[in-house]
C-alpha cells in the first residue's frame, strides 16, 4: 500500500496538484486509521490533500483511474437488469453451464490482468515523461522536441495552479510578524490578534524577452508555449523575440508567429537589442513590470551593453534572467552571463523542461 500511495502523490503532481510532504504524511495516517475500503479511502486521502474545492474534480479523476476498479467487481457494484433475450442472462445462457469451463477460466483471469497491465502502461507512460522533462533542450532529437506538446500541457497545468495559489495568498495578505509580536507584548506576549500585511495592489505587467536563435530554440518555444495559456494571471502580458533585434511575437496553434521580419540566421547581439528596445521601441516599462529574459548571454564577443541593463533594472520591478545552458557553461568562451546577472534580481538554470518550469514558478515569488 506504501507504493500505491507513492505512485498515487505523483500521478496528483503529475496532474497539476501540489501535495505537501506534510500533506502526505497526513495522507498516509489517514489511510491507517480509516482503512483501504474504497469510498472511505477517497475521502480520507481528499481530507488530507485537497486545499480548494476547485482541486476536487481533478482529484477525483486521479483516484478514479490510480484505484480503478476491476472489471469484475465494477460489474458486480452496477444493478443487474436482464432483459428478455439477452444472450446469458439465463440459465441456459452461453457460457453459463457446466460445459464451459474455457470461458469461465479466461473470465476469472481478465481483472486480474487488466489492472496489471493498465498500471504498467502508466509507469511506463510517467517514467518517460519524466526522463524527457530532465533531458537538456541541446540534446533532444526532433521526435522528442515534437513530444514536448503533452508536456507543456502537464507543466502548463501546475504553472497555473501555482500561479492561482500565489495569488489568493496575496489577496489575502501575509501575517506581519513584526506588528503581531508587538501587539502581543502589551497582553504578556499572548499573540492575542493576529495582525496582518496590506495586500499588495492588482496584477504585475510582464515583458518577456526571449531568444530564438539556432542554440536556445527549443527553450524558447518551451518558454512561450507555457506562458501562453498563463496570460491571465499578468495585468498585461508582451512577448518580444530576438536573436539581433527584438521582434513583437505571439503563440499561436502551437507555433511562435512573428509580427515583423525577424532573421533566424543572424548573429546574437543582446548588447544590439538592448539599445533598439531604448531607442525604438515604445514598451511600457514601470515599478510594476517584471522583465523575463530568456537567453544563453552569448554576444559573439560584441558589446554587452550592460549599462542599458542596469537602467532598465532601476525602472522596472524586477529582471529575471532564465539561461538555457547548464550552469557549468556560463561564462565559457564568448558568454557574459556574469556581466549581466549583476543587474538581474535573479539568474535561474533553464537548460530542461524540468528547470525551466521550476524556474517560472518562483516567478510568482518576485
Not at 143 to 156: F, I, K, N, R, Y
Not at 286 to 308: M, Q, S, Y
Amino acid at each position: 500500500m506504501k507504493d500505491q500511495l507513492l505512485g498515487f502523490f505523483d500521478a496528483l503532481r503529475q496532474a497539476g496538484l501540489a501535495p505537501s510532504v506534510g500533506e502526505t504524511l497526513d495522507a498516509a495516517a489517514a489511510v491507517r486509521a480509516a482503512g483501504i475500503e474504497r469510498p472511505v479511502l477517497r475521502e480520507a486521502l481528499a481530507a488530507a490533500l485537497i486545499k480548494d474545492h476547485a482541486e476536487r474534480a481533478t482529484f477525483d479523476d486521479v483516484f478514479d483511474r490510480y484505484f480503478a476498479l476491476p472489471p469484475a467487481a465494477a460489474r458486480a457494484r452496477r444493478p443487474s437488469m436482464p432483459r428478455q433475450g439477452d444472450e446469458g442472462s439465463g440459465r441456459g445462457g452461453e457460457g453459463a453451464g457446466r460445459g464451459q469451463p474455457r470461458q469461465e477460466g479466461a473470465a476469472g483471469q481478465q481483472p486480474r490482468e487488466e489492472p496489471r497491465r493498465g498500471h504498467d502502461q502508466r509507469a511506463r507512460e510517467l517514467a518517460r515523461r519524466r526522463a524527457l522533462a530532465a533531458k537538456p533542450f541541446r540534446e533532444m532529437e526532433p521526435d522528442e522536441v515534437e513530444g514536448l506538446d503533452d508536456l507543456v500541457a502537464e507543466l502548463g497545468r501546475r504553472l497555473r495552479s501555482r500561479f492561482a495559489r500565489r495569488q489568493r495568498r496575496v489577496r489575502g495578505g501575509r501575517v506581519d510578524m513584526r506588528r503581531t509580536i508587538r501587539r502581543a507584548l502589551a497582553r504578556g506576549g499572548v499573540p492575542v490578534e493576529i495582525l496582518f500585511r496590506a495586500p499588495r495592489p492588482g496584477r504585475s505587467d510582464l515583458l518577456a524577452l526571449v531568444d530564438v536563435s539556432h542554440s536556445t530554440a527549443t527553450a524558447a518555444e518551451f518558454l512561450l508555449a507555457l506562458l501562453a495559456p498563463a496570460r491571465r494571471h499578468f495585468r498585461r502580458v508582451t512577448l518580444l523575440a530576438y536573436v539581433d533585434r527584438p521582434c513583437p511575437v505571439s503563440f499561436e496553434a502551437g507555433q511562435v508567429v512573428p509580427h515583423e521580419a525577424l532573421d533566424l540566421n543572424a548573429r546574437s547581439d543582446f548588447g544590439n537589442v538592448l539599445k533598439l528596445l531604448a531607442e525604438r521601441w515604445d514598451v511600457a516599462i514601470g515599478r510594476n513590470t517584471v522583465l523575463l529574459i530568456l537567453g544563453d548571454a552569448r554576444n559573439n564577443r560584441r558589446p554587452p551593453r550592460a549599462d542599458l541593463l542596469a537602467r532598465l533594472r532601476r525602472v522596472a520591478r524586477r529582471i529575471i534572467w532564465l539561461n538555457p545552458e547548464p550552469v557549468a557553461r556560463w561564462n565559457t568562451g564568448d558568454s557574459v552571463m556574469a556581466t549581466y546577472a549583476r543587474h538581474s534580481d535573479a539568474v535561474l538554470a533553464a537548460w530542461s523542461p524540468a528547470t525551466l518550469a521550476a524556474a517560472l514558478g518562483e516567478l510568482p515569488r518576485h
